[in-house]
């Protein structure tokens, strides 16, 4: 099976401006987290999709969002940008039974 | 709130040297993962744990669940180089769906 696949993986945005970053699942998972790492914070959780609905959501501001399509695919947003959002951002699919395969995540760089 | 605490946060070890990062939560956990990330990659799943006092191995590394489902502890014994990497628990939220990762043990391995 194909691992978990995320575009783009570099990115440079200007503080301002929005983003939006795509995550493919393993097939079969109907499962997305997304997770922010830094340095500072280590890895957060954002949220998680379950057959295209937000089933949980971290501690993050609404300029954090997504959404999970009818194949799985998920693609999250982050309007207004700010230089503290400079981060790896993490996908990750799971089955049901819980465990977590994770994408090798966006490296997102606002200047 | 949702934060796992890890401790150490570094540890050198000379190789051949057994290895043991604990993570504690203030709260019972339903269950526990751990994943390892390599520099520069993402993290990989380890292990879950859901049992009380649930023990589990494979090759060189031995997973431990508190008998009150409150901490957790990961041992290697006889590092290698490749061992080297974060080592992270996680933590299952309230709805088991969502994942909140501890601050992580980073292991460096001297030759």
């Known amino acids: 099976k194909a691992g978990v696949t995320q575009t783009p993986r570099y990115l440079i945005k200007t503080r301002g401006q929005q983003v939006t970053l795509s995550c493919s699942p393993i097939s079969g998972h109907r499962s997305v987290s997304w997770y922010q790492q830094t340095p500072g914070q280590g890895l957060q959780f954002l949220f998680e999709?379950?057959?295209?609905?937000?089933?949980n959501k971290g501690n993050f501001p609404g300029r954090f969002s997504g959404r999970q399509f009818s194949n799985s695919r998920s693609e999250m947003n982050v309007s207004t940008l700010e230089l503290g959002d400079s981060a790896l951002y993490l996908c990750?699919?799971?089955?049901?039974?819980?465990?977590?395969?994770f994408g090798p995540g966006t490296r997102l760089t606002v200047t | 709130g949702q934060q796992v605490m890890q401790i150490p946060q570094y540890q050198h070890v000379q190789e051949g040297e057994d290895f043991t990062t604990y993570c504690n939560s203030s709260t019972t956990l339903s269950n526990i993962q751990w994943y390892k990330q390599r520099p520069g990659g993402h993290p990989v799943f380890l292990i879950q744990l859901v049992k009380s006092g649930e023990v589990k191995k494979q090759k060189r590394l031995t997973f431990q669940f508190g008998e009150a489902k409150k901490n957790s502890s990961l041992h290697i014994t006889a590092t290698q180089t490749t061992d080297v990497g974060t080592y992270f628990c996680?933590?299952?939220?309230?709805?088991?769906?969502?994942?909140?990762f501890g601050t992580g043990t980073s292991l460096t391995v001297i030759p």
């Open positions: 999709y379950f057959s295209e609905t937000q089933r």
């Open positions: 996680a933590k299952g939220g309230n709805t088991g769906n969502q994942f909140y």
């Open positions: 990750a699919s799971k089955r049901a039974s819980g465990e977590q395969y």
